[in-house]
Structure formats: C-alpha cells, structure tokens
C-alpha cells in the first residue's frame, strides 16, 4: 500500500497535460449529451407553442427550469467520457508507451483524473442538491401558472385530469382547433350530499380568459347522480349539459403548491424525514431522494476512475475493447442506479444500501482494472461483449459506415 502511494506523487507537468487534455472531449460530451436530452422535450415545446399559444418567454422558462435535472446525469456521463476518450486517444498515440519507458507508471498518472472527477463532483452535487429542486418546482410553478390560465393545457388526452378541486375529468381526445372533446368522463364532487357523474360522447370548451372561468359543454350523455347517504342513484339523459370550472377557485395559487420529496431543499428534506420517522411508507422515498442527491454525484468520481483504466486498455489492443468496456459499464451503472431505485420503492434494502451500490460497483471494478492494467495484464472483453461490438462495427456504429 505504501508503494501505491509513492507512486502516486505527481509529476507537474504530465499532470497539466493531460488535466487539459480532459477539458475539450468533456465540453463537447457536456454539450451534445445536454441538447439530445432537450430534445426530448421538443414535441411538448412545439405542442404549446402552436396549440396553446404559449408566449416564448414562458417555453424558454420551462426549458431553463428542465436543464438541472438533465445535468444531474449528464455530467457525470461527460466526466466517464472524457477520460475514457483522452486515455484512448493517449494510448493510440503511444504517448502511455512513451511515458513508460521514461519511467512513469499508470498509477503516476492518477491525479489529475482525481482532481478532474472530484470537479465533476463538487459541481454535480451543487446541481442535485439545490438546482434540481429549484429546477423542478419552478417548473411546477410555471406550469401552474399557465395551466390556470388555459383550460387546454390543464386538460391532458387519456388522463385522469385531477388539477381541479373535487373535480376528475377524463377525455379521450381533443381537437386543439375547433375545441372539441370527444369521450368524455366526470365525476363532480363539489356537492357534499352527492356526486355527479357524467357521461358525454362529445363536447367544447367555453372558455373566459380573463375571469379564468370555463365552461365545459357536453352534448349526448347521461349523469348517474349518488346521493352520498343514502346511496340512491338517479339517471338523467340530456342533449346538453353545462358544467362551470372556476380555475382561480378550483386551482388556488401557485404559492400554495405542496413540494415533493424531489422538489424539497436539503434543509426541507431532512426535516420531513425527521417529522415522519414513524411513518416508513413516508420517510423511505424521501431518505432515497437525499441519499441519491449525494450518489449521483460520486458517480463522477468512480466512473472517471473507472474510465482510467478502461483507456488505457486500448493501448495493449487494436481493436476497441476499452470503449466496448466504456459503454458496458456506463449502462451496469444506470441499471444498477433504477434497480436500486425499484428495489428501495419496495423496501428491499435500506435506502443507503440501493444509493450507493452502483458506486460501490463501480469503483470496485475500476480497482481491479487498474490493478490489472498497471501489471501489464490486460483485460479482454466477454465474448459476449465481442460479438455485441462486431454487431456494432457491421451495423456501422461505431465504423460509420456498412462493411460489406
């Protein structure tokens, strides 16, 4: 142990090389892997846009409110990439050879991944730990705010629209243009001595923006009205039917929304679990959001670890083992990470334990690699992991182009 700390005393300037070589590959990673998540919110960002009329400012507000919970995994996926690709590309060029034969060794060469990957740390956790709860109850803010103002981005299609106080509204379809809604389902709770239920096949929304008062008019359908005590039911056939929802009554202000576990502050977290100690079906979700807020980030640290070695592996190989290897533990760790995630929902195992294993995993892996590597005993793909990255190259994936 003690000559594995010898060695890792650093030499200056191969640090400061290869800490600059770690900085384009992870800007670039940062960047595209950030833009192909945003695109998934494109179709959502086009749907208000061109039905709702929703102003620009907002759309753009909502997308700022969505990138901390995009970087909370995009950056540790940056940091794995960016030492896997500067270590490939160190290990192509034979500088590793070089260094070597100037009497470096891999393990000499640790820190300024170290400190690398501890950056990627410090930053994600500012993310988890503040942007993402930030991120994601201003975007429930906004979207109330806009929602109270529209009936139609209140209403979703094939859900069970709750929003409105001692209101259920299902709706099958909706046409964005004419206002129509086709399969209707309601059930009114609004009257303490019975509920109402109503049944339509089509129907339009009657909307008055400025009072936030809207109308929903059913054409073709029954109400089942159940008197609450008694239990009686009484059927009423109608041609139409108008049912008022008062939005700034049935949807209060965006100011008394109740925060989610992942919404809350480390401050609100800790004290919400303190106050439902006695409740595990409460405090068990909540002690995995304020463990995962500190385990995502350390997975910069154990994939870049990780990664290390996993570059340096394509030096003792033409073909692209090391990345094959990359990528096959970059997506371990993710299954991992929902595995533990499913398996602390059921109380399995403790929320520490479903956290912190993928990390444990990783780093684990990393050692073993590392130790391997530095021993000039490379490590060689599972067969299975061959034929997957043969599949690849044949499909032109990673050559870019169809072999023939």
Known sequence: MAIFFLEMKPHTIINRYIFSQLIPPFAVSFLFLTFIFLMTRIPDITSMVVNYNTGLLSVGSLILYTLP??????????????????????????????????????????????????????????????????????????????ARSDL???LKERQFNTRFKDIMIYVASMDMKTKKLNDIFIEDSRTESSINISVACSGVLVSDGENMRHTLRLYDGKINQVDVTTKAVNSIDFKTYDITLDLAASMGKAENIDKDTDEMSLGELARFIDANKSRPDVVSPARMEFHEKFSIPFACLFLGFLAFPLGLQSASSRRSSGFGLGMFFFIVYYLLLAGGEAAGEFGLFPPVVCMWMPNVVMGAAGLYLL??????????LPSFLKRGVLFLKQHSVITGRRNP
Do not use: C, H
């Open 152 to 154: 139609n981005i209140a």
């Open 69 to 146: 919970r995009f970087m909370e995994f995009t950056l540790p996926m940056s940091v794995m990439i960016a030492v896997l690709l500067t270590f490939m590309r160190i290990s192509s060029d034979n500088e590793i050879i070089a260094l070597k034969g100037g009497g470096v060794s891999i393990y000499s060469l640790l820190p300024p991944v170290v400190v690398f990957s501890l950056l990627g740390t410090l930053l994600t956790t500012w993310i988890t730990v503040w942007g993402v709860p930030w991120g994601k109850f201003s975007f429930e803010k906004k979207g109330f705010e806009i």
């Open 371 to 380: 130790v391997r590597i530095a021993g000039e005993r490379p490590v060689q």
